[in-house]
């Protein structure tokens, strides 16, 4: 499985932008979607997930409200939809995969098979 995450750039302060993660390769039908950010000098942190049926989403308390996981079954693209910008969202941000219906922690990056390359999201102030 590959996934390419795509979407980022550069954006103002309560500005909003929207990630995409397309899979590719041998996949399952059930599986879970998260995204993880890392900004420079900090460990990789847990953005957002969906579940393995889209039913349930998490958040981190730092986006709740503010962005908006979704995913396209049939197009196997994923989606972090991010509005009201702040400076400190800046990181590279980058999309997993998990392919089943179970999961250990959702927010554990080692939980999830697949990782995209990742894509730079700047806020400026």
């Known amino acids: 499985v590959q996934l390419q995450a795509s979407g980022g750039g550069l954006v103002q302060a309560g500005g909003s932008l929207r990630l995409s993660c397309a899979a590719s390769?041998?996949?399952?039908?059930?599986?879970?979607m998260g995204w993880f950010r890392q900004a420079p000098g900090k460990e990789r942190e847990f953005v957002a997930a969906?579940?393995?049926?889209?039913?349930?989403?998490y958040y981190a308390d730092s986006v709740k409200g503010r962005f908006t996981i979704s995913r396209d079954d049939a197009k196997k693209v994923e989606y972090l939809q991010m509005n009201s910008l702040k400076p400190e969202d800046t990181a590279v941000y980058y999309c997993?995969?998990?392919?089943?219906?179970?999961?250990?922690?959702?927010?554990?990056?080692?939980?999830?098979?697949?990782w995209g390359r990742g894509t730079l999201v700047t806020v400026s102030s």
């Open positions: 997993a995969r998990r392919e089943g219906n179970t999961i250990g922690v959702i927010s554990t990056p080692a939980n999830y098979d697949y």
């Open positions: 390769g041998r996949t399952f039908s059930s599986y879970y």
């Open positions: 969906i579940s393995w049926n889209g039913g349930i989403t």
